[in-house]
């Protein structure tokens, strides 16, 4: 996921004169968008699953309503389908996870979900099978040689099992060779696992610890346990070891301090240069479950207002329709991961948007509202589409992302996730200040937001893009409140059952909030100028690749 904000707008008394929306935005409408994605009929929008079905088939009717074409694959008659076929690899667990460590001589038996969170294999086996592999602590992980940082220092893994921290060498401290306390890609857990690979570990088992990693362990257990999906892969091997998973902190504590070794002290070691693996003497890894591996296809979904002079420039908005589906029961039995907050608001408002697009004034340039499917599964759609576009990347002018929105009422300020150089921040800095709110930078870059949303996919490839988020100085409560707030919904619903939808949310914020955002694409969809990343960003090279095709 992502970054996931709750708050925005302007107070009640002023919003319908000072944040008036420029479009005719209606936020009841989007509530009901909101109440029936959530809704317990559609099963939590598992991708490839009957609530995938009713889900494509909801976007596509309310697509139609809007006035929107279809935009998605060519068909055999020349005519665009509403979707984009996704192919994807699904891995499930079938039947118990047996999982224990041996420390000293004896056997301590780990419950799936509870002490340890095996993600199924993605290696294409029907069976894992672990026996007393060694356990090595590796440290943050991470191998820079742009930094001059080495965690591995040539030791050989393959056999061994490899503990490693979650986020940067630098989140700690704040400071050193990683930029402080912003994560930078090398804290993200996924990139853990593509060292492993590259490493020739049987896999690694990501320490987690609530504030680097951002999200307690009900997430990381709701987010590993069910089904796991990726894209199709020649040699799955290459992106994956066989064994990816979590454990609890106590348990990596617990098993460092019967091989001799201090956790604390280890992890002070691994935050400089000169940290060297350490093998957990005595202590080993055992695991067994047998793996459902299939080949499904899921579902992008499509929808445009062409432009009237320069239909091929396309501006895009983009939201993911999925959340988790059905998994494990929560402590009231809830199996159903409901994911209201997150995301059916943000495709609630990729719906009002094109609605607001589809009855005003037409464009000069394109704008496509591009519903992406297994974002929770790794950004897999967006990933999709971005390596297999249906139009040029060179000619997209942006990705305008929303994960996630405004359900709460009215704040000071907005941001966005991680803080990219780009202009479309200085967009969004000027549109916001022409409604008397101000922006903040992301409140948690040690999150890594910037790379947990669908504009990432897009951003590496060169388009510029940002993910939209609502500010944390409430007009009522200010900062303190939005902050606990945000907390709250990160603790207690996250991820889990509980984001269902309220009825007592609010509209107002989320109605400026969309704003905003409507005037940012419609400004970049009569515009000749295109966005551009700043001096020194990291995709500005990708994107000026193709500068030639910008006219």
């Given at each position: 996921?992502?970054?996931?904000?709750?708050?925005?707008?302007?107070?009640?008394?002023?919003?319908?004169?000072?944040?008036?929306?420029?479009?005719?935005?209606?936020?009841?409408?989007?509530?009901?968008?909101?109440?029936?994605?959530?809704?317990?009929?559609?099963?939590?929008?598992?991708?490839?699953?009957?609530?995938?079905?009713?889900?494509?088939?909801?976007?596509?009717?309310?697509?139609?309503?809007?006035?929107?074409?279809?935009?998605?694959?060519?068909?055999?008659?020349?005519?665009?389908?509403?979707?984009?076929?996704?192919?994807?690899?699904?891995?499930?667990?079938?039947?118990?996870?047996?999982?224990?460590?041996?420390?000293?001589?004896?056997?301590?038996?780990?419950?799936?979900?509870e002490e340890i969170a095996i993600r199924?294999?993605?290696?294409?086996?029907?069976r894992l099978t672990v026996k007393?592999?060694?356990?090595?602590?590796?440290?943050?992980?991470?191998?820079?040689?742009?930094?001059?940082?080495?965690?591995?220092?040539?030791?050989?893994?393959?056999?061994?099992?490899?503990?490693?921290?979650?986020?940067?060498?630098?989140?700690?401290?704040?400071?050193?060779?990683?930029?402080?306390?912003?994560?930078?890609?090398?804290?993200?857990?996924?990139?853990?696992?593509?060292?492993?690979?590259?490493?020739?570990?049987?896999?690694?088992?990501?320490?987690?610890?609530?504030?680097?990693?951002?999200?307690?362990?009900?997430?990381?257990?709701?987010?590993?346990?069910?089904?796991?999906?990726?894209?199709?892969?020649?040699?799955?091997?290459?992106?994956?070891?066989?064994?990816?998973?979590?454990?609890?902190?106590?348990?990596?504590?617990?098993?460092?301090?019967?091989?001799?070794?201090?956790?604390?002290?280890?992890?002070?070691?691994?935050?400089?240069?000169?940290?060297?693996?350490?093998?957990?003497?005595?202590?080993?890894?055992?695991?067994?479950?047998?793996?459902?591996?299939?080949?499904?296809?899921?579902?992008?979904?499509?929808?445009?207002?062409?432009?009237?002079?320069?239909?091929?420039?396309?501006?895009?908005?983009?939201?993911?329709?999925?959340?988790?589906?059905?998994?494990?029961?929560?402590?009231?039995?809830?199996?159903?991961?409901?994911?209201?907050?997150?995301?059916?608001?943000?495709?609630?408002?990729?719906?009002?948007?094109?609605?607001?697009?589809?009855?005003?004034?037409?464009?000069?340039?394109?704008?496509?509202?591009?519903?992406?499917?297994?974002?929770?599964?790794?950004?897999?759609?967006?990933?999709?589409?971005?390596?297999?576009?249906?139009?040029?990347?060179?000619?997209?002018?942006?990705?305008?992302?929303?994960?996630?929105?405004?359900?709460?009422?009215?704040?000071?300020?907005?941001?966005?996730?991680?803080?990219?150089?780009?202009?479309?921040?200085?967009?969004?800095?000027?549109?916001?200040?022409?409604?008397?709110?101000?922006?903040?930078?992301?409140?948690?870059?040690?999150?890594?937001?910037?790379?947990?949303?669908?504009?990432?996919?897009?951003?590496?490839?060169?388009?510029?893009?940002?993910?939209?988020?609502?500010?944390?100085?409430?007009?009522?409560?200010?900062?303190?409140?939005?902050?606990?707030?945000?907390?709250?919904?990160?603790?207690?619903?996250?991820?889990?059952?509980?984001?269902?939808?309220?009825?007592?949310?609010?509209?107002?914020?989320?109605?400026?909030?969309?704003?905003?955002?409507?005037?940012?694409?419609?400004?970049?969809?009569?515009?000749?100028?295109?966005?551009?990343?700043?001096?020194?960003?990291?995709?500005?090279?990708?994107?000026?690749?193709?500068?030639?095709?910008?006219?």
């Amino acid at each position: 996921m992502k970054k996931l904000l709750l708050c925005a707008a302007a107070a009640a008394a002023f919003a319908t004169a000072a944040y008036a929306a420029p479009a005719p935005l209606d936020g009841a409408r989007i509530m009901q968008d909101i109440k029936v994605l959530s809704s317990d009929a559609f099963e939590g929008r598992g991708p490839a699953t009957p609530g995938e079905e009713k889900t494509v088939a909801y976007l596509i009717q309310q697509m139609k309503a809007a006035g929107l074409q279809p935009a998605g694959d060519k068909q055999a008659d020349g005519s665009r389908a509403w979707t984009q076929d996704v192919p994807l690899a699904r891995f499930a667990t079938k039947g118990p996870v047996a999982a224990c460590f041996t420390a000293a001589g004896q056997v301590r038996s780990l419950t799936q979900g509870e002490e340890i969170a095996i993600r199924a294999a993605q290696t294409g086996v029907d069976r894992l099978t672990v026996k007393d592999a060694p356990v090595v602590f590796v440290g943050y992980g991470v191998k820079a040689p742009e930094r001059n940082w080495d965690d591995f220092k040539g030791m050989d893994l393959k056999g061994k099992v490899a503990l490693v921290l979650v986020n940067d060498p630098d989140f700690e401290t704040g400071e050193g060779d990683f930029g402080g306390k912003a994560m930078t890609y090398y804290g993200r857990w996924t990139y853990k696992y593509e060292e492993a690979a590259r490493q020739g570990a049987i896999g690694f088992l990501v320490i987690h610890e609530t504030a680097p990693a951002s999200y307690g362990w009900a997430t990381v257990k709701n987010s590993n346990t069910n089904e796991i999906f990726d894209v199709i892969r020649k040699d799955p091997t290459e992106a994956h070891a066989p064994l990816e998973g979590w454990v609890q902190r106590d348990l990596a504590v617990d098993l460092m301090k019967a091989a001799g070794l201090d956790f604390e002290a280890l992890k002070a070691q691994a935050q400089t240069r000169d940290f060297k693996p350490v093998e957990l003497k005595g202590v080993t890894f055992s695991t067994d479950y047998a793996v459902d591996a299939q080949k499904v296809v899921s579902k992008n979904v499509l929808g445009v207002v062409p432009g009237k002079s320069r239909p091929e420039e396309r501006v895009f908005y983009t939201a993911h329709w999925d959340h988790l589906g059905v998994g494990l029961p929560d402590a009231k039995g809830d199996r159903i991961y409901n994911g209201a907050l997150d995301n059916a608001s943000g495709t609630a408002a990729l719906l009002e948007l094109g609605r607001a697009f589809a009855k005003g004034p037409k464009p000069e340039r394109s704008v496509v509202f591009l519903a992406v499917t297994a974002e929770e599964k790794g950004l897999l759609g967006s990933e999709y589409y971005a390596d297999n576009p249906i139009y040029p990347l060179a000619t997209t002018v942006a990705s305008l992302n929303m994960d996630g929105v405004n359900l709460i009422g009215p704040t000071r300020d907005v941001t966005m996730s991680g803080d990219a150089p780009l202009t479309l921040k200085d967009d969004l800095v000027r549109v916001a200040a022409a409604k008397g709110m101000t922006f903040s930078p992301d409140p948690n870059p040690q999150a890594g937001s910037f790379f947990r949303s669908d504009h990432f996919p897009f951003a590496k490839r060169g388009v510029p893009a940002i993910s939209f988020g609502s500010g944390e100085d409430l007009v009522d409560g200010g900062k303190a409140a939005g902050k606990a707030l945000s907390e709250a919904y990160v603790k207690d619903k996250y991820h889990q059952p509980a984001d269902e939808f309220d009825p007592n949310w609010k509209t107002d914020g989320l109605v400026q909030e969309l704003s905003i955002f409507y005037e940012m694409g419609s400004e970049l969809a009569n515009s000749k100028t295109w966005p551009e990343w700043k001096a020194g960003a990291e995709f500005k090279a990708e994107r000026d690749k193709t500068a030639a095709s910008r006219k």
